[in-house]
C-alpha cells in the first residue's frame, strides 16, 4: 500500500513537473511571438542594429523608480483622490509660495525643484483631469500602454537632465526609427526608412549605393543652392538639404499636412534641421542618451509630485475661471505654462497660431487585422496581432489624408502581458494634423514670431507672473528642452531671489516639432 502511494505520490510529482514546463515553454513562445512582431533588430526590440544601438549611452535598465519600490505593481497611472480630482478649490492652504497653472513638465521640474531644496510650497492647477501634460499615457481597456496626445521620444544630449529625471523612473534602451510608405518612381509605396538612408533612396530610385562617399555625392546631384545664397524658407531650405526628389516624395506634402502650410509658406529654420543621412543608420535622433520610462510617463510626474507634502495638485480647475471668481488663494509667485495669449486675452490682441493634432484609435482583434487588404497591411512582413512593421509609420503623400500611424504594442515597455502575448489584438492611431484642438506646435513664420515679441514684452511687464514652458514661450521644446529650460529657471532663483529665464527660447535650438 505505502508503495502504491508513493507511486501515485511520483506520478503527480512528475505531472506537475511536466505542467510546469509546457506552460514556460507556451509562455516563451507567446514572448517569442510579441519579439517577432513588435519592431526589431539583431539587438533586440526597440534597439537600432548594433553599430547604431552602441551609440546609446543608456545600458540596460538604469533609474529609480520609488513607487515601485514601495510596493505598487500595478502598471497604469495611479488612482488620484477625489480632492485632487473634483475641482473644488475649498478647503486649501490660506498661502502658497508659488501657484502653477499647467502639470506638465514645467510646472512639476519647478514644483519638485522648489519643494526639494527651497522647502517651498506650490498649488499646481491644470484644466485637465490628470497629470503629465501631454506626456501623459496610461492603461487602455484591452491592456495596452498609449499615449493620449501622440507617441513620446525621450531623447537628451544634456547629462543634467538625464541624471534629473533618473530620480523619478526606471528608464530602458530604445532606438527610435521611423519608416513611411513613399511612392517610388513607378508610383508603388515602398517601406523605407525617414529620415532618408542608403537604403531609402535605393529603394526609391533604384540606386545602389553602398557607402558614405557614394550618398554624399548623390546628395551632391541633387541639392539646390538658394538663390540669394541663404535659404529664405522652408522650401529653399529642403532644396538646399535633400534636393527636389526626396523634397517632393517624403517633406513637401507632409509638410502642407502637418502645417497646413506649404514649406514655402514657412520659416527656412523648419525645414533646414532634416538630417541627410549618409550612412545606414536609421535611428530618428542622434543623441547620446534615448530611453523609454519602464513604467510609462506618467510614472514619473507621480514620483515627481504626489508624496511631496509641500505641493498640492487640483485637476479640472480652470485658472482663469477661478482666478475671476475669487477662488484662489493667496501666493508670492504666479507660475503660468499656458498660452501667453490666452493670458493676455484682454488685451484685444490677434491669437498666436498653434496646429493641433487629432487621433483616430482602432482596436484590431486578430480575425480583423487578418481580413484587412492588402494595401493597408502587407502579411508578409508585419507580424501576428501587429498592423504595421514599425511603431511610427508615416504617409507623406497628398493622396492620404493622415500623417502617421502609431502602434503602440511595439514598444518595449508595454505590460508584461503584452510582452506574454495575453493582448492578440492590437491598437493604431491614425494622427491628423488640425487648426482646432488643444495647441501643440507654434506655427513657426515671420507673422507670428513678430507676434509674440509683442506677448513676450507684455510678459517682460507684468509683476508676480512668470512665463516658462512651450506654450508660454510660443516655442516647440522637446521633453529634454523643456526640462533644461524649467531647471535654469530653478537655477535662477537660487542665484538670484527671482524665478525667471537664464536665455531665450530660442536659444535651446530647433525642437523636433511634429514627426
Not at 507673422?447 to 508660454?472: P, S
Amino acid at each position: 500500500m505505502a508503495s502504491r502511494n508513493l507511486l501515485i505520490g511520483l506520478g503527480l510529482s512528475v505531472g506537475v513537473a511536466v505542467a510546469a514546463v509546457l506552460w514556460q515553454r507556451a509562455k516563451k513562445r507567446k514572448e517569442e511571438e510579441w519579439e517577432r512582431g513588435a519592431f526589431s533588430s539583431s539587438v533586440g526590440v526597440g534597439r537600432a542594429e548594433a553599430t547604431w544601438a552602441a551609440k546609446n549611452q543608456v545600458k540596460g535598465v538604469v533609474g529609480r523608480d520609488e513607487i515601485y519600490n514601495a510596493g505598487e505593481r500595478g502598471e497604469g497611472p495611479l488612482q488620484l483622490p477625489a480632492e485632487v480630482l473634483n475641482g473644488d478649490l475649498s478647503g486649501l492652504e490660506k498661502k502658497y509660495d508659488l501657484v502653477i497653472v499647467g502639470a506638465g513638465l514645467s510646472g512639476a521640474v519647478i514644483a519638485e525643484r522648489c519643494s526639494r531644496e527651497l522647502g517651498m510650497t506650490s498649488l499646481i492647477l491644470d484644466v485637465r483631469d490628470h497629470i503629465g501634460g501631454n506626456c501623459y499615457d496610461y492603461i487602455t481597456k484591452d491592456g495596452i500602454r498609449a499615449s493620449k496626445y501622440g507617441a513620446h521620444l525621450f531623447h537628451t544630449k544634456e547629462v543634467r537632465v538625464w541624471e534629473y529625471v533618473n530620480r523619478f523612473s526606471q528608464w530602458m534602451p530604445f532606438d527610435h526609427r521611423v519608416k513611411g510608405r513613399v511612392p517610388d518612381t513607378s508610383g508603388e509605396k515602398k517601406l523605407v526608412p525617414i529620415p532618408p538612408v542608403q537604403e531609402t533612396v535605393n529603394t526609391l530610385f533604384g540606386e545602389k549605393i553602398s557607402n558614405e562617399k557614394e550618398m554624399r555625392a548623390w546628395y551632391e546631384t541633387q541639392r539646390v543652392k538658394p538663390p540669394s545664397g541663404d535659404a529664405q524658407n522652408g522650401e529653399e531650405a529642403a532644396l538646399s538639404r535633400v534636393g527636389p526628389e526626396l523634397y517632393e516624395k517624403i517633406f513637401k506634402h507632409y509638410t502642407k499636412k502637418q502645417w497646413d502650410k506649404y514649406p514655402e509658406e514657412l520659416d527656412a529654420s523648419v525645414l533646414m534641421r532634416l538630417p541627410c543621412r549618409e550612412t545606414t543608420d536609421d535611428r530618428y535622433f542622434g543623441d547620446s542618451h534615448q530611453a523609454l520610462p519602464v513604467r510609462g510617463y506618467t510614472r514619473i510626474f507621480e514620483n515627481m509630485l504626489l508624496s511631496d507634502p509641500n505641493i498640492t495638485i487640483r485637476l479640472n480647475v480652470d485658472f482663469f475661471q477661478a482666478r475671476e471668481q475669487g477662488l484662489l488663494p493667496e501666493y508670492d509667485m504666479l507660475v503660468y505654462t499656458g498660452p501667453i495669449d490666452s493670458y493676455f486675452s484682454q488685451q484685444g490682441m490677434p491669437k498666436l497660431e498653434y496646429r493641433s493634432l487629432r487621433f483616430e484609435e482602432t482596436y484590431l482583434e486578430p480575425e480583423e487585422l487578418s481580413a484587412l487588404p492588402v494595401e493597408e497591411r502587407k502579411t508578409e512582413t508585419t507580424g501576428d496581432g501587429f498592423f504595421q512593421e514599425a511603431m511610427v509609420v508615416n504617409y507623406p503623400s497628398p493622396d492620404v489624408k493622415f500623417t502617421r500611424i502609431v502602434e503602440y504594442k511595439h514598444v518595449p515597455n508595454q505590460p508584461e502581458a503584452v510582452k506574454q502575448g495575453k493582448v492578440a489584438g492590437t491598437l493604431i492611431a491614425k494622427e491628423y494634423s488640425s487648426a482646432e484642438g488643444d495647441p501643440y506646435y507654434p506655427v513657426p513664420n515671420p507673422d507670428n514670431r513678430a507676434l509674440y515679441e509683442k506677448y513676450r514684452a507684455l510678459a517682460e511687464k507684468e509683476e508676480g507672473v512668470c512665463f516658462v514652458g512651450r506654450l508660454a514661450s510660443y516655442k516647440y521644446f522637446n521633453m529634454d528642452q523643456a526640462i533644461l529650460n524649467a531647471l535654469e529657471f530653478y537655477d535662477n532663483l537660487k542665484e538670484t531671489g527671482k524665478l525667471a529665464p537664464k536665455r531665450r527660447p530660442e536659444d535651446y535650438g530647433e525642437g523636433d516639432g511634429p514627426k
